[in-house]
């Protein structure tokens, strides 16, 4: 484990920064606050506010390439979570005992806030951000991280909060050693990036698991009961943090469920419910969320008027099943953020009409079986939107009636617009990463609701 010493000898210290993207400049910033000698080094170029701000801070840095003269004699390196440790650079630091972090490690090092923690392959962002709605709407002192929001480690030198609620992926728990959750929530683990875990899920697995390291008697663990590979991870670990399971129904020692269209929470001292209809969000991933997001506000003493409040009139997350419009009786649904087959496993089993389905991008060794049984009761036709359709053409060929191999946006809207019929839906939830043809899955999702938009 890496230690990276006592904070207070910071000063002076060299700190250099790989990436200058949100974690990478808010970290550059935070040292130079604290004293240290800060270099930035980016293989790319850095643009707009990033650019401003290492100006702003006086802060040296080089892009479109690493100069290992002004890097491997750090006292301490943070990375961008992007960045594999087998990254040349890294590896030399490494070799040469320089400690590697990331930026929440860095930036936790220099808080005594309470953290909320809270990763999973899939709803991550939506529980993050429904929980970060709840602590804002009771007034709490509050500041939204890590995936999502601002850069950690620049609120924590410019505007430090009392709270975070912090989105955490593998790659960023990759690289923290000292950090702890006051509460950590794991969703689920599903196949997700595991060319970078060996191909491995249990190497996929320890690394979720890690949101747990340091965690006390007086700290929580929030985590859904049916998940296999989370209890299973569960046996293989040792914590003392207080276990807090939901789950869809009720199950012995849970502490959130449904049953009969109510959810109920059940903590020491905190019993409560709320209907699964006034629930803003809908959907069975959704209930997972809104259950894990409802634990995390009772453990911190919110009012239960003020949690189910908050739970009604949350607005949904940009790109995740969010309704684009309906025409001539179509729904037009965009989830582009469904990188993953999972992802779309879950927003199949929301739909409850006939689905025309827009898959395909850069795929990750994805398994399409998951989604079969779905596709073959729920889906009328496949639209294929990437460079390269042939993975899923091939495995959906002989299981929906109609598939269509398109290799743009634009063929793939117009494909939708043919195939629909009044009271169908069309589903953008592509299962695969968006580099193919776009900068990310933000990017695909917005030109696909422009898209939908101008079609008359």
Sequence with gaps: MYA??????FNGKKLVVLGGGESGVGAAVLGQEKGMKVFLSDMGTIRGNHRDNLLKYNIPFEEGKH????????????????????????????????????EIEFAGAFSDAKMICITGSNG????TLLTYHILRKNGFDVGLAGNV???????????????????????????????????????????????????????????????????????SFIYWLGDPLISAQIAKVQTEARLLPFSDHPAEGAAAWLENGIVHFDLPGDVWDIPRDHLSLSGLHNLYNSMAAGLCASLLNIQNDTIKEALKDFEAVEHRLEFVRNLNGVKWINDSKATNVNSTWYALESMNTPTILILGGKDKGNDYSEIEKFVKEKVKAIVCMGVDNSKILNFFNSKVKTIVDTHSLEEAVDACARLAEEGDTVLLSPCCASFDLFKSYEDRGRKFKDAVNNLR
């Excluded at 990276?4 to 000898?9: A, L, S």
């Excluded at 991550?124 to 529980?127: G, Q």
């Excluded at 689920?188 to 491995?200: A, E, F, G, S, V």
């Design 149 to 219: 929001g601002k850069s950690l480690a620049m609120q924590v030198a410019l505007s430090p909060k009392k709270f975070y609620v912090i989105e955490l992926s593998s790659f960023q728990l990759d690289n923290m050693y000292r950090f702890k959750a006051d509460i950590a929530v794991i969703l689920n683990i599903t196949p997700d990036h595991l060319d970078r875990y060996d191909h491995k899920m249990e190497n996929y697995a320890a690394a979720k698991f890690r949101i747990l390291q340091n965690q006390t008697a007086s700290d």
């Design 67 to 102: 100069t290992p003269e002004l890097i491997l004699d750090a006292d301490i390196a943070v990375k961008s979570p992007g960045i594999p440790e087998t990254a040349p650079m890294v590896a030399e630091l490494i070799r040469r005992g320089v400690p590697v972090v990331s």
């Design 4 to 9: 990276i010493g006592d904070i207070n000898n």
């Design 124 to 127: 991550k962002t939506t529980t």
